[in-house]
C-alpha cells in the first residue's frame, strides 16, 4: 500500500493502548509494516503465521525458560512477524538479559507492558485501523481508477494517466511502447535515461523470450524495486509501464499499476480497433479479387502500391474463419449487421496480431460471420502448416474466453496475387466440411478424396455410386434405426481391426462381431477385398457430402 496507508511498528506505539508500554530491543525495526494483531499462548505456532503480524503474549509459554523463549523468538523471526509485544505480571516478572539481546540481534522489535493490559482492546483498536484503512485505500483506488478511465478519453490521456500514477505512488514512471518514444515521468537527463532504457530493454527481451503471463515483473537493482507491467490485449504485449521505487512495492502499487495499464491497453485497444476499421476499409477490394471481379495484375498492383512485388512471389494460404457466440444473448447481438461487424472487425484485430506474430503478412476482409484471410509466408525458416497450427490455437484460446466459437478451413499454398481465387475456393470446401469430420480447423490438403467427389457436379452421380455400394446398409439402418454404416466406417478406417472399431464405437467385442456378420450379409463376403473395400470407403466419403447432417 502506500505510504498514507501503511502502518508501521512506530505509529503503533503512539496509540493510546501502549502509552505504558516501552521498547526494550530491536529500535531498528521500527519501520517494519503491521499487516495484522495475533495472540500467541503456545510454544509451537509456525503453521499460524503469514508474516507482518504484530505478536501479543502473557510469556504462558515459555514463562522465565530461557530454551522455550528461545524456540518461541526462532519461530517468530523465521515467519518474518512485525514486533513481539510481553505483558509483564501475569507469567514473568522481568525480562532476562539474554532475551533482550537475542531480540537484538535479529533486529526484531521487543515491547514490554511493564502491567497487565486487555489484549481485546488492542487488537480491536490496530484492527479497526487497518481495516480503515484498507477501506480507504479502496476508494482512492476506486476514485483514481476512474479518473484513469477519464483521462483517456482525451487526446492526451496516456501522459495524464503516466502523471497521475507517479503523483499517485511517488514513483519513477517510464512508459515503453513499442511503437514510439519511451516516457519518463519525472523527466531524466540523458545518461540516465540511455542508461534506464539498456537496463529494461535487456529485462523485457528476457521477459518475452520466456513464458509471458502478462503478470509483472519485479527486480531489484542497487537497492531500488522496479515493477515492469506488460500492457496489451487479445495475446500481444503493445507496451511496458515500469514503477521504479526506493521501497519494498506494497498492495497498493500493484493494484493501481494494474489499474492504469488496463486503463492504458483499453486506449489502445480502441486506438486498433478504429485503425483496424480503416484496414478492413482498404482491403475490401480482397473479396472482388477472391470472387474473380479483379482480372488484371496492374489493377491489384495499383490497389496494393510499392508491396505488390515482393507479395506477389511470397507463397500464401487464404484462411476462413467462422465466428458464432455459443451464449444465446451473444448470438442475438450478432443477428444486426452492426454486431456482426464489431465481432467481426475484434476478431480482425486479434488474428492480425497473432498471424503478424508468426511471420505471416495478413490481408483480411469481413463477409458476413467469415473473416477471409490472405496470410503471406514472410520466412521459410520453419514449416508455414506448423506456424498457423500455431496461430488456430492462439485464436482458440483467445476467443474461448469470449465464448466464441470458430470453424476455420484453409486453402492450399499458392503463389501470384491472381490465383488467390483458387486457394479461397479451396478453403471454402475445407471449411464446409467442418461439421461432417468434426474438426475446428480443415485443412484442404488433407481432405483426401473429399478434393476428387467436390469436382463432381453431377450430385446424381454420386447418389448413384452411394446406392450401388451402399443402398443394402443405408435401407437397413433406415427400417431397423441400427448404425451398420457407422459401424463399417469405423471398421474400414480401423485397416479392418476389431479391437480398435470396438474401442471406437464404445461397443463390445460380441457386439461388433454380431454387426460385421450382418454387413457381409447385406454386402457380401467379398466386401473387405481390395477393390470393393476401396469402393466402399469412397461411397462412405460421397455419403457425408451429400448429407453433412448425418454424423457418422
Same mark, same amino acid.
Given at each position: 500500500?502506500?505510504?498514507?496507508?501503511?502502518?508501521?511498528?512506530?505509529?503503533?506505539?503512539?496509540?493510546?493502548?501502549?502509552?505504558?508500554?516501552?521498547?526494550?530491543?530491536?529500535?531498528?525495526?521500527?519501520?517494519?509494516?503491521?499487516?495484522?494483531?495475533?495472540?500467541?499462548?503456545?510454544?509451537?505456532?509456525?503453521?499460524?503465521?503469514?508474516?507482518?503480524?504484530?505478536?501479543?503474549?502473557?510469556?504462558?509459554?515459555?514463562?522465565?525458560? %530461557? +530454551?522455550?523463549?528461545?524456540?518461541?523468538?526462532?519461530?517468530?523471526?523465521?515467519?518474518?512477524?512485525?514486533?513481539?509485544?510481553?505483558?509483564?505480571?501475569?507469567? *514473568? @516478572?522481568?525480562?532476562?538479559? %539474554?532475551?533482550?539481546?537475542?531480540?537484538?540481534?535479529?533486529?526484531?522489535?521487543? =515491547?514490554?507492558?511493564?502491567?497487565?493490559?486487555?489484549?481485546?482492546?488492542?487488537?480491536?483498536?490496530?484492527?479497526?485501523?487497518?481495516?480503515?484503512?484498507?477501506?480507504?485505500?479502496?476508494?482512492?483506488?476506486?476514485?483514481?481508477?476512474?479518473?484513469?478511465?477519464?483521462?483517456?478519453?482525451? @487526446?492526451?490521456?496516456?501522459?495524464?494517466?503516466?502523471?497521475?500514477?507517479?503523483?499517485?505512488?511517488?514513483?519513477?514512471?517510464?512508459?515503453?511502447?513499442?511503437?514510439?518514444?519511451?516516457?519518463?515521468?519525472?523527466?531524466?537527463?540523458?545518461?540516465?535515461? %540511455?542508461?534506464?532504457?539498456?537496463?529494461?530493454?535487456? &529485462? =523485457?527481451?528476457?521477459?518475452?523470450?520466456?513464458?509471458?503471463?502478462?503478470?509483472?515483473?519485479?527486480?531489484? *537493482?542497487?537497492?531500488?524495486?522496479?515493477?515492469?507491467?506488460?500492457?496489451?490485449?487479445?495475446?500481444?504485449?503493445?507496451?511496458?509501464?515500469?514503477?521504479?521505487?526506493?521501497?519494498?512495492?506494497?498492495?497498493?502499487?500493484?493494484?493501481?499499476?494494474?489499474?492504469?495499464? /488496463?486503463?492504458?491497453?483499453?486506449?489502445?485497444?480502441?486506438?486498433?480497433?478504429?485503425?483496424?476499421?480503416?484496414?478492413?476499409?482498404?482491403?475490401?477490394?480482397?473479396?472482388?479479387?477472391?470472387?474473380?471481379?479483379?482480372?488484371?495484375?496492374?489493377?491489384?498492383?495499383?490497389?496494393?502500391?510499392?508491396?505488390?512485388?515482393?507479395?506477389?512471389?511470397?507463397?500464401?494460404?487464404? =484462411? *476462413?474463419?467462422?465466428?458464432?457466440?455459443?451464449?444465446?444473448?451473444?448470438?442475438?447481438?450478432?443477428?444486426?449487421?452492426?454486431?456482426?461487424?464489431?465481432?467481426?472487425?475484434?476478431? @480482425?484485430?486479434?488474428?492480425?496480431?497473432?498471424?503478424?506474430?508468426?511471420?505471416?503478412?495478413?490481408?483480411?476482409?469481413?463477409?458476413?460471420?467469415?473473416?477471409?484471410?490472405?496470410?503471406?509466408?514472410? %520466412?521459410?525458416?520453419?514449416?508455414?502448416?506448423?506456424?498457423?497450427?500455431?496461430?488456430?490455437? @492462439?485464436? &482458440?484460446?483467445? +476467443?474461448?474466453?469470449?465464448?466464441?466459437?470458430?470453424?476455420?478451413?484453409?486453402?492450399?499454398?499458392?503463389?501470384?496475387?491472381?490465383?488467390?481465387?483458387?486457394?479461397?475456393?479451396?478453403?471454402?470446401?475445407?471449411?464446409?466440411?467442418?461439421?461432417?469430420?468434426?474438426?475446428?480447423?480443415?485443412?484442404?490438403?488433407?481432405?483426401?478424396?473429399?478434393?476428387?467427389?467436390?469436382?463432381?457436379?453431377?450430385?446424381?452421380?454420386?447418389?448413384?455410386?452411394?446406392?450401388?455400394?451402399?443402398?443394402?446398409?443405408?435401407?437397413?439402418?433406415?427400417?431397423?434405426?441400427?448404425?451398420?454404416?457407422?459401424? /463399417?466406417?469405423?471398421?474400414?478406417?480401423?485397416?479392418?481391426?476389431?479391437?480398435?472399431?470396438?474401442?471406437?464405437?464404445?461397443?463390445?467385442?460380441?457386439?461388433?462381431?454380431?454387426?460385421?456378420?450382418?454387413?457381409?450379409?447385406?454386402?457380401?463376403?467379398?466386401?473387405?477385398?481390395?477393390?470393393?473395400?476401396?469402393?466402399?470407403?469412397?461411397?462412405?466419403?460421397?455419403?457425408?457430402?451429400?448429407?453433412?447432417?448425418?454424423?457418422?
Amino acid at each position: 500500500m502506500n505510504q498514507d496507508y501503511q502502518l508501521t511498528v512506530e505509529e503503533v506505539l503512539g496509540r493510546p493502548f501502549f502509552q505504558q508500554a516501552y521498547i526494550a530491543a530491536g529500535q531498528e525495526g521500527l519501520q517494519r509494516l503491521v499487516r495484522w494483531v495475533h495472540i500467541i499462548e503456545v510454544i509451537q505456532f509456525e503453521e499460524l503465521l503469514q508474516g507482518g503480524e504484530m505478536i501479543l503474549t502473557t510469556g504462558a509459554a515459555f514463562k522465565s525458560d %530461557t +530454551k522455550l523463549f528461545m524456540l518461541y523468538l526462532e519461530q517468530l523471526i523465521n515467519n518474518n512477524v512485525s514486533c513481539l509485544c510481553i505483558e509483564m505480571g501475569h507469567y *514473568l @516478572s522481568a525480562i532476562p538479559q %539474554t532475551w533482550i539481546d537475542a531480540a537484538e540481534a535479529c533486529g526484531l522489535p521487543l =515491547i514490554i507492558f511493564p502491567q497487565a493490559v486487555r489484549f481485546i482492546d488492542i487488537t480491536q483498536d490496530i484492527h479497526a485501523h487497518i481495516i480503515n484503512q484498507h477501506h480507504k485505500v479502496l476508494q482512492d483506488l476506486e476514485k483514481i481508477s476512474r479518473e484513469f478511465h477519464r483521462m483517456t478519453l482525451s @487526446s492526451q490521456g496516456v501522459s495524464h494517466v503516466l502523471g497521475l500514477l507517479q503523483s499517485s505512488t511517488k514513483a519513477q514512471v517510464i512508459y515503453m511502447p513499442q511503437d514510439g518514444q519511451p516516457k519518463f515521468v519525472p523527466q531524466l537527463g540523458s545518461r540516465e535515461t %540511455t542508461q534506464w532504457l539498456e537496463i529494461l530493454n535487456n &529485462q =523485457i527481451e528476457r521477459e518475452t523470450t520466456a513464458s509471458n503471463t502478462g503478470s509483472p515483473v519485479v527486480f531489484e *537493482l542497487e537497492g531500488q524495486t522496479v515493477i515492469v507491467q506488460p500492457v496489451g490485449a487479445m495475446g500481444k504485449t503493445w507496451a511496458h509501464i515500469i514503477l521504479v521505487l526506493g521501497r519494498k512495492p506494497q498492495e497498493y502499487e500493484y493494484l493501481i499499476l494494474d489499474s492504469a495499464s /488496463l486503463s492504458i491497453a483499453q486506449d489502445l485497444l480502441r486506438k486498433r480497433y478504429m485503425e483496424e476499421r480503416k484496414l478492413y476499409s482498404q482491403t475490401l477490394w480482397v473479396d472482388d479479387l477472391l470472387h474473380l471481379r479483379i482480372r488484371d495484375e496492374e489493377q491489384v498492383k495499383v490497389l496494393i502500391g510499392h508491396g505488390f512485388k515482393q507479395l506477389n512471389e511470397l507463397p500464401y494460404h487464404v =484462411i *476462413l474463419i467462422e465466428f458464432e457466440h455459443r451464449q444465446i444473448e451473444y448470438k442475438s447481438v450478432l443477428e444486426d449487421g452492426d454486431g456482426i461487424e464489431s465481432a467481426g472487425i475484434h476478431l @480482425s484485430l486479434a488474428a492480425r496480431s497473432i498471424f503478424e506474430q508468426h511471420t505471416f503478412h495478413p490481408l483480411l476482409t469481413l463477409k458476413n460471420n467469415r473473416l477471409v484471410v490472405v496470410a503471406f509466408d514472410k %520466412t521459410s525458416k520453419r514449416p508455414a502448416k506448423e506456424r498457423l497450427q500455431q496461430v488456430f490455437q @492462439s485464436l &482458440q484460446l483467445l +476467443k474461448a474466453e469470449e465464448e466464441m466459437e470458430l470453424t476455420i478451413g484453409v486453402g492450399q499454398s499458392n503463389r501470384s496475387f491472381l490465383q488467390a481465387h483458387r486457394s479461397y475456393q479451396e478453403a471454402l470446401q475445407a471449411i464446409s466440411l467442418a461439421p461432417t469430420l468434426r474438426g475446428k480447423v480443415q485443412f484442404y490438403d488433407e481432405l483426401g478424396v473429399f478434393q476428387l467427389l467436390f469436382h463432381i457436379a453431377d450430385k446424381q452421380i454420386l447418389q448413384s455410386f452411394v446406392r450401388t455400394y451402399l443402398g443394402p446398409i443405408i435401407d437397413y439402418d433406415h427400417m431397423k434405426g441400427s448404425e451398420l454404416l457407422r459401424t /463399417l466406417k469405423v471398421y474400414l478406417d480401423s485397416d479392418g481391426s476389431k479391437q480398435i472399431a470396438a474401442q471406437q464405437l464404445f461397443i463390445v467385442r460380441q457386439s461388433l462381431y454380431y454387426r460385421l456378420e450382418k454387413i457381409e450379409e447385406l454386402l457380401g463376403a467379398d466386401y473387405m477385398l481390395p477393390e470393393k473395400r476401396l469402393a466402399l470407403q469412397v461411397g462412405i466419403r460421397a455419403y457425408q457430402l451429400l448429407y453433412p447432417e448425418i454424423k457418422l
